[in-house]
């Protein structure tokens, strides 16, 4: 069964960091273009990165610069560095698999919470 | 990468038909781009409905159907039913982004 679990979200103070991970099963990080999705809370959806099987990487302009994502692929896992976290970035935060330029296979999410 | 624009909100009666609309810029939605749609009941992960424009994943029920036409997409539910009721997300590519519309809350009256 393919699957996504995310973990590393929690609430971290304006200017800190944080480190979500996602761990895939029943597929392949390494073949796939994986990305994050973030929803804050009563909000709409909102792309922030993707990660493609061949290496490549963007971002949306509102992380650019702040966020990176990562694979790491004997673990089967893809993450995402949040540093300089804001108050808008406090959401759910999904990690999804993409096919066909659509998001496929999301995750239960991980919340973040940005707030002093 | 301005939101696409959806309706806040549409309503039906079960089994008529609805339509969701969703316009973007003409470099999202309109261009060589592709769209999907997401449906997302409260507190639940969105689920895939349509990608590529118009087409179905394995599972999803052939009474939603999607289409575009110029600068807007849409997405229609024909019989609707009582569990349709949930949030739309129309979704576009933009080149190396992607782009959600602000969503639109279906009620079944």
């Known amino acids: 069964e393919v699957q996504l679990v995310e973990s590393g979200g929690g609430l971290v103070q304006p200017g800190g960091s944080l480190r979500l991970s996602c761990e895939a099963s029943?597929?392949?990080?390494?073949?796939?273009?994986m990305s994050w999705v973030r929803q804050a809370p009563g909000k709409g959806l909102e792309w922030v990165s993707v990660?493609?099987?061949?290496?490549?990487?963007y971002y949306a302009d509102s992380v650019k610069g702040r966020f990176t994502i990562s694979r790491d692929n004997p673990k089967n896992t893809v993450h995402l560095q949040m540093n300089s976290l804001r108050a808008e970035d406090t959401a759910v935060y999904y990690c999804?698999?993409?096919?066909?330029?659509?998001?496929?296979?999301w995750g239960q999410g991980t919340m973040v919470i940005v707030s002093s | 990468q301005s939101a696409l624009t959806q309706p806040a909100s549409v309503s039906g009666s079960p089994g008529q038909s609805i339509t969701i609309s969703c316009t973007g810029i003409?470099?999202?939605?309109?261009?060589?781009?592709?769209v999907s749609w997401y449906q997302q009941y409260p507190g639940k992960a969105p689920k895939l409905i349509i990608y590529?424009?118009?087409k179905r994943p394995s599972g999803v029920s052939n009474r939603f159907s999607g289409s575009k036409s110029g600068n807007t997409a849409s997405l229609t539910i024909s019989g609707l039913q009582t569990e349709d009721e949930a949030d739309y997300y129309c979704?576009?590519?933009?080149?190396?982004?992607?782009?959600f519309g602000g969503g639109t809350k279906l009620t079944v009256l």
């Open positions: 003409s470099s999202d939605v309109g261009s060589y781009s592709l």
């Open positions: 979704c576009s590519s933009a080149g190396i982004h992607w782009v």
């Open positions: 029943g597929f392949t990080v390494s073949s796939n273009y």
């Open positions: 990660t493609y099987s061949g290496g490549s990487t």
């Open positions: 590529e424009d118009s």
């Open positions: 999804v698999v993409v096919y066909f330029d659509a998001f496929d296979i």
